[in-house]
């Protein structure tokens, strides 16, 4: 068998997230398997890095999928984007080892979050950031952000349904920077559970606003009650930009 691995850019607005669950579902996954389906002759699957959610984007989404067939990399890159829709793009196409496995192989991954803080909306950017009309205390929100580095239990940060798997994850690092009327947010980790930096965003938001303080996040964490934390920033304004291995 020959593995290929794929870097993937999407907008995700208008697809219920990566992951393909069921047929006729309108995902990431399945627009991408429908047309290398096509391509090959048969059905063919692609296991991506993360299973970003409904109107998540991703900036480099990592998947593989295996062929009997040895392909060459550039025609497949063509082909896909040619048969893709436009907010969906293939930039990058590369043979991989048989062992390579886009999701447990990762060691790291990055999320940005962009939010709009000016006091009138930004028409360009309206899908694709979170728009906080007052101006945020950056200080306050970095100080918010140490409490969420190291290892923790981010199940008051989750909304994953599941008790069975380990809510436990590590957070390296959150950057906050301000240009342009933006800021950014990086968070960098070994893994996230569903709507984990959406919540950790919307945690951070309400104490750069003053509507929570810092200090309360090592008790949310110890409450392990989702409706401790702080509200869930939107989806639009959230990319997966790097999965490192």
């Known amino acids: 068998m020959n593995n290929y691995r794929m870097t993937i850019q999407y907008d995700g607005g208008r697809y219920k997230g990566w992951q393909r669950l ?3 579902e309108n995902s990431i996954q399945g627009k991408i398997e429908k047309v290398l389906s096509e391509m090959e002759g048969k059905k063919v699957e692609i296991i991506g890095s993360s299973r970003t959610d409904a109107g998540v984007h991703a900036i480099a989404q990592i998947a ?3 062929s009997r067939a040895k392909l060459v990399e550039s025609e497949i890159m063509q082909y896909l984007n040619r048969y893709l829709p436009e907010d969906i793009s293939i930039i990058d196409v590369a043979a991989v080892p048989d062992i390579f496995h886009s999701r447990y192989n990762a060691k790291e991954k990055t999320y940005l979050y962009r939010i ?3 006091a009138y909306s930004n028409p360009f950017m309206r899908k694709f ?4 009309p007052q101006k945020l205390d950056l200080a306050s929100m970095k100080g918010a952000a140490r409490f969420f580095i190291g290892e923790h239990d981010f199940t008051a940060f989750t909304n994953a349904r599941s008790k069975s798997k380990s809510m436990v994850r590590v957070i390296t690092s959150i950057e906050i920077k301000e240009a342009n ?3 950014d947010i990086r968070v960098r980790g ?3 559970l569903h709507n984990m930096v959406r919540r950790i965003v919307g945690t951070m938001v309400e104490v750069g606003l003053g509507e929570m303080d810092a200090e309360a996040i090592p008790d949310i964490f110890d409450s392990m009650e989702r409706n401790q934390a702080g509200h869930m920033a939107d989806a639009c304004g959230l990319y997966l930009e790097r999965v490192s291995y």
């Open 22 to 24: 069921g047929e006729g």
């Open 64 to 66: 593989n999928f295996k």
């Open 116 to 118: 709009w803080n000016e």
């Open 129 to 132: 950031s979170m728009h906080v």
């Open 181 to 183: 009327g933006f800021v």
């Open 190 to 192: 070994d893994g996230f």
